[in-house]
């Protein structure tokens, strides 16, 4: 599963246990039976999760005994996890032991009505908590799974996958005001994924190991009970209808009146949702191939990191994305031109203190139908002029054979209309990359361009530079304005 994918999954998954938490309680059953789904549903990443009202205890002796039913699942019928908790001297529980169900399978409906169903299986299994005396205290958990395998079908696509081992652990605090925060790591090894598509395509994709971690403060719970249920309606949102075949398609998807209105749910849940987010995950050597009908892509990665940070702090957010491949090679390049496959890939991006109201605002213009351009442009435009906001991809390098580029974007507010920035852009070792591979078809057709633009270039060492800036008047390059007489 995609890093970004489990991050959000994990989040908003997370919430289905967490918004149903009591407040307080003194009874230990009421205290197990509030607090357990919680722990279950981080142990898990999010996959499995009960309502807290469903969930029966036991007392023997000292021991409780605890079955949380699953909700989701409609195999086995009476699909639960089972637990063992005794009290702690100081106050609290400790889970001995969480059975999850060694198999069953997932069955849903999508937005536009076809069926899914994921069955899955699980080898080995081991996993512990402790919760704090009191719902405040800080609550923590281990868990381990081996030999974990997942089959999905949805309309005529296959999906397996393989995970060899999977760990996590973690913790949860909850804070009088009901916001929780919590920290968890996971470790992954050997995953395989297997697809086949409708068209008789299929993609194979193979990680050696993978490690992350995700940190949340300050979560609302009834906030984030909000977002959830707008998230799920938005997903069962029927689509739009798709446009006959001589009507012009619009460059981004359509989205239906359900789904707009939905995803306006999802913009007014989102003030206030927490306080800040960071997540972290490494994947280690990455081996895929797919095979669409048309044509086959293969190669390798040998590290993927991605990096996701945010946070909310005098009603301004700032936010930052980092991505960077280390080690990439295509095995259905030629050898002779596998140096034009960049071998590595750094981007980064900033968003820096744009005021909260003002980008809900505008994610509210863009949820109406028919938006306001001008609207939209006027929004965009007086979050950039707010003092100290920032939008920027703050660097960007790839390196291919010879070839070494960096680069850096930064938006600024336009005096009038449209779009406005300075891009800064450093080729290292582009005459021996030209030497190298000019005669190449694909590259003669560009080299016009190239030319061009080494032309435009000031030299800086043993780089050639491009300043760039756009907006408010006539391009430039390296203070040269575009298209005025004398310009190349």
Not at 377 to 385: I, K, N, R, V, Y
Not at 417 to 432: Q, T
Request: aromatic content about 4%; charged content about 15%; hydrophobic content about 45%.
């Amino acid at each position: 599963m995609p890093a970004a994918h489990r991050f959000a999954l994990l989040l908003l998954l997370t919430l289905e246990a967490v918004t149903a938490q009591a407040e307080t309680t003194d009874a230990p059953t009421e205290a197990l039976s509030a607090r357990l789904p919680q722990v279950l549903s981080l142990a898990s990443l999010g996959m499995l999760t009960v309502q807290p009202a469903s969930v029966s205890i036991t007392r023997d002796g000292s021991t409780y005994r605890v079955r949380l039913p699953l909700t989701g699942l409609s195999a086995p019928p009476d699909a639960a996890v089972t637990a063992v908790a005794r009290p702690l001297r100081q106050g609290g529980f400790e889970v001995s032991s969480m059975a999850f169900p060694p198999n069953g399978t997932l069955q849903t409906v999508l937005g536009n009505g076809t069926p899914s169903r994921i069955a899955f299986s699980i080898g080995s299994q081991a996993a512990a908590a402790k919760l704090g005396p009191t719902p405040t205290a800080e609550t923590s958990y281990t868990a381990a799974f081996g030999a974990i395998q997942t089959h999905t079908e949805q309309a005529d696509q296959r999906i397996d996958q393989t995970i060899d081992h999977f760990a996590s652990d973690g913790t949860v605090v909850a804070a009088p005001d009901r916001r929780i925060s919590f920290s968890t790591q996971n470790q992954a090894t050997g995953l395989h994924l297997a697809g086949h598509g409708t068209d008789g395509g299929s993609s194979d994709t193979a990680i050696r190991a993978l490690a992350g971690h995700v940190a949340i403060d300050g979560l609302d719970q009834a906030q984030g009970g909000r977002l959830l249920a707008a998230v799920r309606a938005l997903i069962a949102s029927p689509p739009a209808r798709p446009q006959p075949p001589m009507h012009p398609q619009p460059l981004a998807p359509a989205t239906s009146p359900a789904q707009r209105q939905q995803l306006r749910a999802v913009v007014d849940a989102a003030p206030g949702l927490l306080n800040r987010i960071e997540a972290d995950e490494t994947i280690q050597d990455i081996r895929f191939r797919f095979a669409p009908a048309s044509g086959t892509a293969a190669g390798t990665i040998d590290t993927l990191r991605l990096h996701i940070a945010g946070d909310v702090a005098r009603n301004r957010l700032d936010g930052r994305l980092a991505i960077v491949a280390d080690g990439i090679a295509s095995s259905t390049v030629p050898p002779q031109t596998q140096d034009l496959v960049p071998r590595h890939i750094d981007f980064r991006t900033v968003l820096a203190g744009v005021p909260t109201a003002g980008l809900i605002a505008l994610l509210r213009t863009a949820t109406e139908a028919p938006s306001d351009p001008a609207l939209l442009q006027a929004q965009a435009t007086a979050l950039l002029a707010e003092p100290g906001a920032r939008i920027a991809i703050q660097a960007l390098s790839i390196d291919a054979g010879p070839l070494a580029i960096t680069g850096s974007v930064n938006l600024r507010p336009p005096a009038t209309a449209g779009l406005a920035g300075n891009v800064h852009i450093a080729a290292r070792g582009l005459d021996a990359w030209l030497a190298r591979f000019q005669r190449l078809p694909a590259v003669r057709q560009a080299l016009p361009i190239i030319f061009l633009a080494k032309a435009l270039a000031r030299t800086q060492g043993d780089s050639l530079v491009w300043d760039i800036s756009f907006g408010d008047g006539p391009l430039t390059v390296n203070g040269t304005p575009l298209g005025q007489p004398g310009t190349p």
